[in-house]
């Protein structure tokens, strides 16, 4: 895996600061603990725009760059579809690298 965002998604799992799933990444989004959310590319419809709606809303940055499975390689955990990042210096630094083209 070459790709400097999974590469931190993997690290900021290590280290406990991640929510994964469509629930506790949107109760995260609503209590301001969410720094950046990932969906998968090939998420659900529904999900999905329930997701965008809630960043949208909460001004929570977003990033659809990649699959279901590289989402799922990345945490080590399978059927990865929705997650966030709560820790702001690991969001700040994939935010950064995302704006550069990785």
Known sequence: MTDKILNL????????MLTTGEDKTIEAIQHNKAK????ASDAGDSTA?????????????L??????ENLS????APNRVVLSV??????RKMLQLKEKGK
């Open 63 to 68: 990033i659809d760059d990649y699959t279901n």
């Open 86 to 91: 709560t820790d702001p210096g690991f969001s």
């Open 36 to 39: 950046v959310v990932f969906i």
């Open 9 to 16: 998604l993997g690290l900021a799992k290590r280290a406990g």
């Open 49 to 61: 725009k329930k997701v965008r709606n809630k960043c949208t809303y909460y001004n929570v940055p």
């Open 73 to 76: 390689i990345a945490t080590g």
